[in-house]
Structures are given as structure tokens and as C-alpha cells.
T-cell receptor
Framework: NAGVTQTPKFQVLKTGQSMTLQCAQD?????MSWYRQDPGMGLRLIHY???????DQGEVPNGYNVSRSTTEDFPLRLLSAAPSQTSVYFC???????????FGSGTRLTVV | DAKTTQPNSMESNEEEPVHLPCNHS???????IHWYRQLPSQGPEYVIH???SNVNNRMASLAIAEDRKSSTLILHRATLRDAAVYYC?????????FGTGTLLAVQP
């Protein structure tokens, strides 16, 4: 099993550009989440999903959109990149109800 | 969302047990207690979780207070590879909120 796969691993964007961070899992997990981690800080929840077609906002959703059309995929869209969105982004997935999350290896995003 | 409180940092010696404390005084009856760790330059890694009873797995043990307002992650024999930030979380399993964690340093 590949687990949670995030692409790309690194990305540099110019201010105002848009892009999509991809996240795919092959474990048939219902729950998926996106986090950002700024240098030297903890993780902050951006958006999460409990199943296909269902998404909700986390702690810091502004500037990001998500959709969950399939169980496997949970892309994160940056609408108009800003330097404040420079961060490492982690995607995670879990089975329904009381199981541990598996995290991807992260996407390091720099907005200049 | 339930809030957790952990010490900012702790030190341990290699081969000795480590007890990492966590307070979660606002936990609700259905909230699980989760522990994750993050090694340098890596994504978080699941360690253990529990609801009411103490839990053991190959990585660690989780001791939960009877009133569930605190818990302790126990690493039975610390190794250099256990040096990481350890996060204690409590809340709904569909929406994990991370705090600042405890930076564990392991001395040889």
C-alpha cells in the first residue's frame, strides 16, 4: 500500500497564483484532513472531510477550498496565493471512529 | 474543541523510561485521547489513543486518569530515535486539533 500520497513535494508560487495540492489515499479511509505547519510551530487544521461529498472548515480555512468527490482523493486549492501561506502542508486520513491518522510526507510551499 | 496542556520540553536518558504528561480538563465523555509524534523534518506519526482504559501497543503505553482529565504517555525505554515533538490531543476523531506539543530530547 502507498498510504497517503501528496504531490508535489515542493512548490514555489508567485503572489496571486492559484494551485492545487493533491492528496490521495489507498486505504479506503473515510476521514481526511488538511493541516499546515509554519516553521517552528504546531499543526493547524485547514479543512476536513468525513466522507465523499462532505467537507467542513477547520481552524484556518480562509484562502483555501476543498472538495471530496471520491473516497480516495482530497485536493486542497489555493485560490490566490499570499506570502502568509508559505508553509508545509500535510494531508492525513483515518478510518471512521477512533482510529489513528496516517499522514502524508508533506508539501513544502513557498509563496514569493 | 477540547484543549490540552503539555510541558514545552522534557529530557530523558537513553534506555530509561519516559513519562510525558498531558492535561485535558475540558474533555467530554465521548472524546478520545490521542498521541502523535513528529520527528524532525517528517510528518506526524500516530503513537496511541484511548478512551477510558489504559492502552498498550508496541510503541508505548497510555495511562488515563480515572476522571479522564489527564493522561500520561509512557515510553518504556527511550532511544535516540524517540527524540521528537509529542502531541497530545483530545476531541472528536473526525477533527483532530493539535496543540504545541512537548519537545523530547534523549541524551545518550
Amino acid at each position: 500500500n502507498a498510504g497517503v500520497t501528496q504531490t508535489p513535494k515542493f512548490q514555489v508560487l508567485k503572489t496571486g497564483q492559484s494551485m492545487t495540492l493533491q492528496c490521495a489515499q489507498d486505504m479506503n479511509h473515510e476521514y481526511m484532513s488538511w493541516y499546515r505547519q509554519d516553521p517552528g510551530m504546531g499543526l493547524r487544521l485547514i479543512h476536513y472531510s468525513v466522507g465523499a461529498g462532505i467537507t467542513d472548515q477547520g481552524e484556518v480555512p480562509n484562502g483555501y477550498n476543498v472538495s471530496r468527490s471520491t473516497t480516495e482523493d482530497f485536493p486542497l486549492r489555493l485560490l490566490s496565493a499570499a506570502p502568509s501561506q508559505t508553509s508545509v502542508y500535510f494531508c492525513a486520513s483515518s478510518y471512521w471512529g477512533g482510529y489513528g491518522y496516517t499522514f502524508g510526507s508533506g508539501t513544502r510551499l513557498t509563496v514569493v | 474543541d477540547a484543549k490540552t496542556t503539555q510541558p514545552n520540553s522534557m529530557e530523558s536518558n537513553e534506555e530509561e523510561p519516559v513519562h510525558l504528561p498531558c492535561n485535558h480538563s475540558t474533555i467530554s465523555g465521548t472524546d478520545y485521547i490521542h498521541w502523535y509524534r513528529q520527528l524532525p523534518s517528517q510528518g506526524p506519526e500516530y503513537v496511541i489513543h484511548g478512551l477510558t482504559s489504559n492502552v498498550n501497543n508496541r510503541m508505548a503505553s497510555l495511562a488515563i486518569a480515572e476522571d479522564r482529565k489527564s493522561s500520561t504517555l509512557i515510553l518504556h525505554r527511550a532511544t535516540l530515535r524517540d527524540a521528537a515533538v509529542y502531541y497530545c490531543l483530545s476531541g472528536a476523531t473526525n477533527k483532530l486539533i493539535f496543540g504545541t506539543g512537548t519537545l523530547l530530547a534523549v541524551q545518550p
